[in-house]
């Protein structure tokens, strides 16, 4: 059973949200206790800029909904909940791009 967040909404580690005040896609990556019970959540760029060139060490590319993007995880940015509930939700990466995706921020973060 899906659990829902005392505000009624909830969001999964994966999720792509459009956010149209700023013009940018983001994934959300923190995990699903911190999603529930949290007002902010930590997120990762995406993009469809220059998804045929990718940086190996810094980004993931993917494709949602046939489009490619590309998961820039070195860019983190923490944002408010509220902010992805006024947002469009475009679905959810896949699981061999969320294995890749946690790879890389390991590294990144020297885990």
């Known amino acids: 059973m ?8 909830s969001i999964e580690r994966g999720e792509v949200f459009y956010l149209k005040n700023l013009s940018i896609m983001v994934a959300v ?8 019970l949290s007002k902010y959540l930590t997120v990762v760029l995406v993009t469809d800029k220059n998804v045929e060139q990718v940086q190996e060490s810094l980004e993931v590319p993917f494709e949602l909904e046939r489009k490619k ?11 408010e909940k509220k ?5 469009t939700p475009w679905g959810k990466i896949d699981e061999k791009t969320s294995e890749k995706m946690d790879d ?6 020297d885990l």
């Open 83 to 87: 902010i992805l509930e006024e947002s």
């Open 104 to 109: 890389k921020i390991k590294s990144i973060l």
């Open 29 to 36: 990556i923190s995990n699903k206790l911190h999603n529930l």
């Open 2 to 9: 899906k659990k829902i967040a005392k505000d009624g909404f």
């Open 69 to 79: 993007l590309k998961l820039v995880v070195s860019c983190f940015y923490t944002i």
